[in-house]
């Protein structure tokens, strides 16, 4: 099938490679606009317009995919299915109509559980076991379509967001392309999602990655390692944001919600159970660095707590 890729941020890459070197002739991509980076806020191209264009494939960057324009050079590059991996845009109903075949997106939760922005962080925020990525028709309702294939992923004790996210994308990769490879032999029937076990995965909010102290330990972790590493765990010391990274529940250690307790190896923070052992974290002002190291370059007045 001709095709048009969708897709914007490094953890689209492997369904973009994946479907480059697939049977499927990959005739244009679609990305978001260049977006200001770095210190100098200079316009960067996206992850999947970089790989594209080493790829040599055409891209477009539309404001949105209403745009005329847009809806034009699609329609020129006559594509047969646009396989989509966050992309990025809500796509109006003019844009969805264009391919034969639609749009298919390779969404990274087991619909209908966590329809959204964030399903990854969401998943390791509510402590499931077992997560994974469903390919699925898009439609005007979010994450509503129906799905033709899944993968599963065990869900790590350790996992952050970040770890997860990376082993559902190149999981993901392969089964995109083995449905647009039924969808092409007609092998592949998309069939509507379950009426039951429908969760939503809102993007999460600076505000909600502030580590709540009074939250039990397993709490706390969770919480840290589903804003892991994006928006970020944070909490404040002295009025000023510190920025955590992942801990670790230590049932020996015992404090007060907040407090820290600092020994010569490590920095253990109390919640409403018991402790956590803080790995990393990142100062205002500082780089990142080890707990500990940071514990012995600033000093803590008596009965110090983060979130005070």
Not at 2 to 11: D, L, N, Q
């Amino acid at each position: 099938m001709r095709i048009v890729f969708a897709g914007t941020p490094e953890v689209a890459l492997p369904s973009l490679a994946a479907l480059a070197a697939s049977d499927h002739e990959l005739v244009g991509v679609v990305t978001r606009p260049d977006a200001p980076a770095g210190r100098g806020r200079r316009l960067v191209a996206s992850p999947v317009a970089q790989a594209a264009e080493e790829l040599g494939v055409p891209v477009l960057k539309p404001e949105h995919p209403r745009d005329a324009d847009f809806q034009a050079a699609l329609r020129d590059l006559a594509p047969d299915a646009c396989p989509v991996v966050a992309y990025g845009a809500l796509l109006p109903q003019p844009a969805l109509d264009i391919p034969a075949h639609g749009w298919i997106n390779l969404h990274f939760s087991l619909l209908p559980a966590w329809r959204g922005a964030a399903p990854v962080q969401r998943a390791v925020w509510a402590g499931d076991e077992i997560t994974g990525a469903t390919t699925f028709r898009i439609v005007k309702a979010l994450d509503a379509g129906p799905t033709f294939g899944v993968v599963t992923e065990r869900v790590r004790p350790t996992d952050t967001s970040g770890d997860l996210l990376g082993r559902l994308a190149e999981a993901g990769a392969p089964l995109l392309v083995a449905t647009l490879d039924g969808i092409e032999s007609g092998e592949v029937e998309a069939r509507p999602q379950p009426g039951d076990g429908l969760s939503l995965a809102p993007k999460i909010s600076v505000e909600e990655a502030q580590v709540d102290w009074t939250e039990p330990a397993q709490a706390v972790d969770r919480r840290v390692r589903a804003c892991t590493p994006a928006p970020g765990a944070w909490t404040t010391l002295a009025g000023e944001r510190v920025k955590l990274g992942p801990v670790q529940p230590d049932p020996e250690v015992s404090a007060a919600p907040g407090e820290l307790v600092v020994s010569k190896n490590a920095v253990h923070i109390g919640t409403g159970s018991h402790a956590v052992r803080l790995g990393e974290l990142k100062a205002f002002g500082k780089k990142q660095m080890a707990a500990a190291d940071w514990a012995r370059g600033v000093r803590l007045d008596p009965g110090a707590r983060f979130g005070a």
